[in-house]
């Protein structure tokens, strides 16, 4: 594990840039964090060693990960029903935790648990403490979350402590799949921020070649990890620390532009019914493809390994759907054409680089890329 602290160390020692000649300060905040089996049993401790108040408690879970929730006195649970959507669901717990706040929230479950949780901690300026029961995405320590509400992501405030007990994370092997998913995601999106630098100016991209060398390492590390272990429990650690580092870099740069790619774009174009990192992990391989073969076709051995998807027909799409998203992931994202770009909504991509040199060539060339690796069957 000395692999992460040691990155982390060089990455914090940076954190006052100089950036074209001027200096530049940026404030990066990482959450305190307990990770290693059995943790959540001494949640009471954890959270008395950060001064946390646990005299009113809500905690937001849903009807499977209830069944993780700590013995907490004058403690009130809010689970998420499956069939409410989720600006009811959103609307309906700000409105009840307005009454009367708690001292402390918790979000303790998957993805949606902990994104609602940061968004009405930031909102009703209550602390927080996460318990994430599986790795399904690279985004659990960072100071970003999900609004589904909002269809984009914000930023949050920073949680007090986060709770990752390996014995329950090793239960999800499935939704871990996706956390991996993202994480060797983060290989193709790293080029793409490193692209975006060079074309549009760090001006727009914030890039910093620290957290550049930082993603793609911990990217690569996990990519061996899955090609040498036959299940992702059997190397548990190392996803949670690399989730841990992904989230320590979006801090740094104050957007997720450093973890979103071309892949992120393709996934929203398409829309797919499959869960993020599965989608993101998929689509990444043809745009990998287009500047590293060889790591592209050692990712579709890792994804093929663990079962998760590594080409068009387990994503359902067909070859045209997939151009036509291709195409449609640089129609409006060309520098000479931004006026207001936000690129924290609109990322500069390979892709647009492309198109910018020769828009005939586009659709050739990621063909091509994507054949060789045999994205197409």
């Known amino acids: 594990m000395s692999w992460l602290n040691e990155m982390l160390g060089k990455f914090l020692a940076k954190q006052i840039s100089k950036q074209e000649g001027e200096p530049k300060e940026r404030f990066v905040t990482i959450p305190t964090i307990v990770y290693g089996p059995g943790t959540l049993n001494k949640i009471k401790y954890f959270c008395e060693k950060r001064y946390l108040d646990l005299s009113s408690v809500a905690i937001i879970t849903g009807p499977t990960t209830s069944k993780y929730l700590p013995d907490l006195k004058n403690q009130e649970v809010f689970k998420l029903n499956k069939d409410e959507d989720h600006y009811s669901i959103y609307s309906r717990l700000k409105t009840e935790l307005s ?17 609602l949780t940061k968004i009405l901690a930031t909102e009703l300026k209550i602390p927080y403490i996460l318990i994430p029961t599986s790795l399904s995405n690279d985004g659990i320590a960072s100071n970003f979350a999900v609004s589904k509400e909002k269809r984009a992501t914000i930023e949050v405030v920073q949680a007090s402590l986060i709770i990752a007990d390996y014995t329950i994370l090793k239960e999800a092997e499935e939704l871990n799949k996706s956390g991996l998913g993202d994480v ?17 100016g760090k001006e727009k991209t914030n890039f910093s070649e620290t957290i550049y060398y930082i993603l793609k390492s911990i990217s690569l590390i996990c990519l061996e990890s899955s090609l040498e ?13 690399s989730i841990v580092g992904s989230g320590a870099c979006m801090n740094s740069t104050g957007s997720s532009i450093c973890c979103s790619g071309a892949e992120h774009t393709l996934e929203k174009i398409l829309d797919l019914k499959v869960q993020h990192g599965l989608a993101v992990s998929a689509l990444s391989l043809p ?3 287009l500047w590293d073969r060889a790591t592209a076709k050692k990712c579709v051995k890792a994804l093929a390994k663990h079962k998760m998807p590594c080409c068009l027909s387990d994503l359902g799409l067909s070859k045209n759907e997939f151009l036509e998203a291709v195409k449609s992931a640089t129609f409006y994202r060309t520098p000479k054409d931004m006026g207001e770009f936000d690129y924290r909504q609109h990322r500069y991509t ?24 045999g994205f197409f069957k």
Do not use: C, M
Request: hydrophobic fraction near 40%.
């Open 287 to 289: 745009v990998t493809a």
């Open 350 to 373: 390979i892709l647009n680089q492309i198109f910018e040199k020769n828009p005939d060539k586009l659709i050739p060339k990621v063909s091509k890329a994507a054949e060789k690796i």
């Open 99 to 115: 009454r009367e706040k708690p001292s402390l929230l918790i979000g303790l479950g998957g993805g949606t648990k902990l994104d």
């Open 184 to 200: 060797l995601s983060n290989y193709n999106a790293s080029h793409d921020w490193y692209i975006a630098n060079k074309n549009i």
């Open 229 to 241: 272990k036959e299940k992702i429990s059997d190397f548990i650690d190392t996803l949670f620390l």
